[in-house]
């Protein structure tokens, strides 16, 4: 699969102040990519260095192929990019706006601007000062998805938008992916990331702490098992098993938390009668906290 965003060992230091450190990631065409850390985490740095708005102390790192510094221009007119915080030009409308950006991109037709604020319940008549922070978020979305571009980068795209229009813009990043364009967004919300996301990376302080697909998150994640057997079972019994931690057992009852497979688990148990079992997987909320708390230092 066709690499869209590489970033090689790439770090930013603001004089002493770390922003990231040494990150190596990768983005693939077609995906929707979910970038999600802690606030001051490096999520926003990372998107800055990448379309070349500030520079990188160290490293590298490439779009389509293109480098982001020599080749920044061409990488411009290839994506688009809807920053967390929106400078907007307050005393013009909505509609002023977008035709104003619209003419700077090129290729946008005015039905898809049209189309998409009906889709967001954006009235694009009213001037932008007008606005409340939801529906100036709308405005910078439909920036962002008007002229179709190969590759959206959304640094916190749902901030600030109600649940109803959310559920709007998950499908407009859906529609995108099925148009076989690239989204890399940031995000807090681990709903949302799990409900759209194909691939996750995790950052924290700087670095990146794992990234994988979210099942592949989930499938390595901590669960608890209750096991309850048709006769006492010996606490010894389970003491093979590296995986299991937490373990209480009292009578027939076998209570214990399984990290990543619970192959083993299973076939132990299987050699005593078993009348039930109930598995509580880890939310993925749990996961992130996890990584966020910095419990997890890497899964890789
Ligand atoms: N202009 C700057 N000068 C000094 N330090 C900065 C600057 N911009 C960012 N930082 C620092 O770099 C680190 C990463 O910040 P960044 O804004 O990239 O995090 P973030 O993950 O986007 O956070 P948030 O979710 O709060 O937007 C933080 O410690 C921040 O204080």
């Given at each position: 699969m066709t690499t869209v965003v590489q970033t090689t060992n790439l770090s930013k230091t603001y004089g002493k102040n770390r922003g990231i450190d040494n990150l190596n990631l990768q983005v693939l065409q077609g995906e929707v990519f979910g970038y999600l850390g802690p606030n001051g985490a490096g999520k926003t740095t990372t998107i800055r260095t990448i379309l070349d708005f500030i520079r990188p102390t160290s490293g590298s790192a490439q779009i389509f192929g293109l480098d982001?510094?020599?080749d920044s221009l061409a990488i411009h007119q290839k994506i688009s990019y809807l920053p967390g915080e929106l400078v907007m030009?307050?005393?013009?409308t909505g509609s002023e706006m977008l035709h104003y950006f619209a003419q700077l991109r090129g290729n946008v037709s005015q039905t898809a601007i049209k189309q998409l604020a009906e889709r967001l319940e954006?009235?694009?008549?009213?001037?932008?000062?007008?606005?409340s922070k939801g529906n100036k978020q709308k405005v910078g979305l439909v920036q962002a998805f008007m002229?179709?571009?190969e590759l959206l980068i959304l640094d916190?795209?749902?901030?600030?938008?109600d649940p109803l229009v959310q559920q709007t813009f998950y499908q407009l990043v859906l529609e995108a992916k099925n148009a076989g364009r690239t989204v890399f967004l940031s995000s807090h919300v681990m709903s949302e990331v799990e409900h759209i996301c194909d691939r996750v990376g995790i950052i924290r302080a700087g670095k990146l702490l794992a990234i994988d697909t979210v099942k592949a998150l989930k499938a390595r994640a901590r669960r608890t098992l209750d096991l309850y057997f048709a006769q006492p079972i010996e606490?010894?019994?389970?003491?093979?098993?590296?995986?299991?931690?937490?373990l209480q057992v009292i009578g027939n009852h076998v209570h214990c938390a399984v990290t990543g497979s619970i192959d083993q688990l299973i076939k132990t148990a299987a050699q005593f009668e078993l009348r039930d079992l109930v598995s509580q997987a880890t939310d993925l909320e749990d996961i992130f906290l996890a990584y966020y708390k910095g419990e997890v230092s890497d899964v890789a």
């Open positions: 982001s510094q020599r030009y307050e005393k013009m954006l009235d694009l008549k009213r001037p932008i000062r007008s606005l002229g179709q571009p916190e795209p749902t901030s600030g938008l606490p010894s019994v389970f003491d093979h098993i590296p995986n299991i931690d937490d």
